[in-house]
């Protein structure tokens, strides 16, 4: 009988111990996530639709092209995402209008990966 209690016990307290060791972990963040900048808003006037919230999460620049990933959309110079038009593309940032006033949407700083270049 004292075996059966004993492995109860036993059972509740590696239970217990599990719970509080899966409660700890909650607060942590996956370390190979990028950061995320926080996203630019613009401000609306009462009565209006809610704003749309832009977020850069990536540029890519080649010979041939730049552009920017606004919103999970590819977009270059010209081109529009959720209303914003695309001004300019810069290495860590984009300026899009809407409405108005310009916004500058720009990324967490890093090191930015370049290609090495063969020596001549």
Do not use: C, Y
Not at 34 to 54: F, I, N
Request: aromatic residues 2%; glycine residues 10%.
């Amino acid at each position: 009988m004292f075996k059966r209690v004993g492995a109860g016990i036993a059972a509740g307290l590696l239970l217990l111990t599990m719970g509080a060791a899966v409660a700890a972990l909650e607060g942590l963040t996956d370390p190979m996530q990028p950061p995320v900048a926080p996203a630019a808003t613009p401000t609306a006037e009462p009565g209006d639709a809610p704003p749309v919230v832009w977020q850069l999460q990536g540029i890519r620049i080649d010979q041939r092209r730049r552009s920017a990933l606004i919103n999970g959309q590819s977009v270059a110079v010209g081109e529009e995402v959720d209303g914003a038009k695309v001004l300019k593309i810069e290495n860590d940032s984009v300026v899009i209008q809407s409405g108005e006033k310009p916004s500058t949407l720009r990324l967490l700083k890093h090191d930015v990966k370049q290609r090495s270049r063969a020596p001549r």
